[in-house]
């Protein structure tokens, strides 16, 4: 991703909006330095119940699944760690990207329970082949009776890594974020495969940490509740977007970037569809129509060991037409620190969402460029999912797992994943 090259007339704005934006990071440096007394960057849980319902599938499986740190090859397959097949190179049309299409295609095909429907967009430009990944979870794909044509919520992200340098991983960008739609899915998946006709309980051994101590004890899932207020148990549905070829090949420009999703846009536009609505009046639409929202996932989970790197890790709210879902993910990260589950660091304890970090959606135009933007520009409502400023590691040797911070990894795999599920069951 990039900043977009605009006119002055257009960055006078921005550069007054970074100015205070440094302002904030002062107060940020008084606030850390006080103690944590009055310190209002921390949100209090709004005790709502709005947030984190599945506390103990998150405690059971966070640990096991997304930790960052390497392991030796069968230790890690016998985790079942959806993170650390990332840490590797992604180039587009290369072995290395083979395989982890391959591991991704794998986890949902194998791994999980639910009929996912799974669709790979090949196509080549500049000399590459490149391979999108979408997989769904409709209602139809396991309900005959349900609508085919309910609004669908995206959730997606770049799996490629730049050519050069040589050898660059990719962790932020986007390693974890593809690990953790991985855990996404997993969640989503065992929540709406759970049988609630069986009296059986679904229990599991839970390890969890408390300080440096481990602990082992009988864990009971809570998912009946959400039958109980989802009686139907049909659910809104979902499509997880693995993209190719995000990165430029030489230097970021309209033609070198973002190669699948302007692939991908281009292709749901072009997927007419006509519909009949209730009263009979007969319209077109086409594949995009069908997002409710697009959430775009883009440089999470970086290390947070210096002032500047935890403000770098701050994702504004960019776009209006979604401010309400990032209300909701903001909302949710407020309960996730009133959790168990959160560090007591506090260094770990400041929110990277803020509801009055509104920042560029007064310009009335997208300013970073990033794979949201083919679909942007055909109108599909955007959440975009990035820390600005990026991350000091952006773009460097330095974006290695060594850099990834297990906090930000975990608290991101459960507000979203969190956030999914509220999605899915209203
Ligand atoms: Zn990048």
């Not at 560029?360 to 970073?368: A, H, K, R, T």
Request: charged letters at 25%; a negative charge.
């Amino acid at each position: 991703m990039v900043l977009v090259r605009l006119p002055l007339l257009l960055k006078l704005p921005i550069i007054l909006w970074f100015f205070f934006y440094n302002i904030d990071i002062i107060r940020c440096e008084k606030i850390l330095d006080n103690d944590g007394n009055n310190n209002d960057w921390l949100l209090n849980s709004s005790g709502s119940g709005l947030g984190i319902s599945q506390l103990k599938y998150h405690e059971e499986n966070l640990y096991k699944e997304l930790n960052i740190i390497p392991k030796k090859d069968e230790e890690e397959k016998s985790h079942n760690n959806l993170i650390l097949p990332f840490n590797g190179t992604r180039v587009p049309g290369s072995l290395e990207s083979l395989k982890i299409q391959d591991y991704i295609i794998n986890h949902f095909n194998n791994t999980l329970k639910l009929n996912w429907t799974i669709e790979l967009d090949n196509f080549q430009e500049n000399g590459y082949n490149f391979t999108n990944m979408i997989f769904s979870l409709l209602p139809g794909n396991n309900d005959e009776d349900t609508n085919m044509n309910d609004k669908y919520l995206v959730l997606a992200v770049h799996y490629d890594t730049m050519i050069k340098p040589e050898g660059f991983i990719g962790a932020m960008d986007s390693g974890a974020s593809c690990g953790i739609l991985l855990y996404l899915s997993k969640f989503i998946d065992t929540i709406y495969s759970y049988d609630h006709d069986d009296d059986m309980e679904v229990t599991s051994t839970l390890a969890y940490s408390i300080g440096k101590k481990w602990h082992k004890k009988k864990n009971i899932y809570d998912f009946t509740k959400l039958y109980d207020d989802n009686s139907s148990g049909t659910f809104k549905g979902i499509k997880i977007i693995f993209f190719d070829g995000e990165e430029a090949i030489e230097k970021w420009s309209d033609d070198d970037s973002i190669y699948g999703s302007r692939h991908l846009a281009k292709k749901w536009q072009e997927q007419k569809q006509t519909i009949k609505l209730k009263n009979g009046t007969i319209i077109e639409t086409n594949e995009l129509d069908n997002i409710e929202v697009f959430v775009l996932l883009d440089l999470l989970g970086s290390k947070s060991d210096t002032l500047e790197s935890i403000m770098g890790q701050r994702v504004p709210s960019y776009y209006s037409e979604t401010h309400m879902h990032y209300g909701l993910l903001s909302t949710i990260e407020g309960e996730y620190f009133e959790s168990n589950i959160s560090s007591r660091m506090e260094s770990s304890r400041i929110p990277v969402l803020d509801p009055s970090n509104l920042v560029f959606e007064q310009f009335g135009m997208s300013v970073i460029g990033d794979d949201h933007l083919p679909f942007y520009d055909y109108g599909v409502p955007i959440l975009h999912l990035i820390p600005y400023p990026f991350p000091s590691s952006w773009h460097t040797m330095s974006d290695t797992f060594a850099n990834l911070d297990q906090e930000q990894v975990n608290r991101w795999a459960i507000i979203l994943s969190e956030f999914t599920l509220s999605w899915m069951s209203s």
